[in-house]
Nanobody, 115 residues
Framework: QVTLVESGGGLVQAGGSLRLSCAPS????????MAWFRQAPGKERELVAA????????YPDPLVKGRFTISRDNAKNMIWLQMNNLIFEDTGVYFC????????WGQGIQVTVSS
């Protein structure tokens, strides 16, 4: 497994931006797909964005398309989630994940959007 550490969360007003970072350590996950999940209060954890090793990105949640951008730097072993035009519904704990076997998860970081 891989140790993942998220950073960059916090409190922001609606319409603002945040950039989440994920720094893997240990076994370098450069060949793994990486993803960001969000768990809103009282809800299950859901996939927000995923990115393959070759940089192909996928955004299953239609609410984030055009607002969020996932990116990675395989040489630096870093993953980011740029979140723009934040809305209240983006509030939750964001988790970085790597598709190791079993999956590796970060501890999560809080993002709060005030309306």
């Amino acid at each position: 497994q891989v140790t993942l550490v998220e950073s960059g969360g916090g409190l922001v007003q609606a319409g603002g931006s945040l950039r989440l970072s994920c720094a893997p350590s240990g076994r370098t996950p450069s060949t793994y797909a990486m993803a960001w999940f969000r768990q809103a209060p009282g809800k299950e954890r859901e996939l927000v964005a995923a990115i393959a090793y070759n940089g192909y990105a996928n955004y299953p949640d239609p609410l984030v398309k055009g607002r969020f951008t996932i990116s990675r730097d395989n040489a630096k072993n870093m993953i980011w989630l740029q979140m723009n035009n934040l809305i209240f519904e983006d509030t939750g704990v964001y988790f970085c994940a790597a598709t190791t076997s079993p999956w590796s998860w970060g501890q999560g970081i809080q993002v709060t959007v005030s309306s």
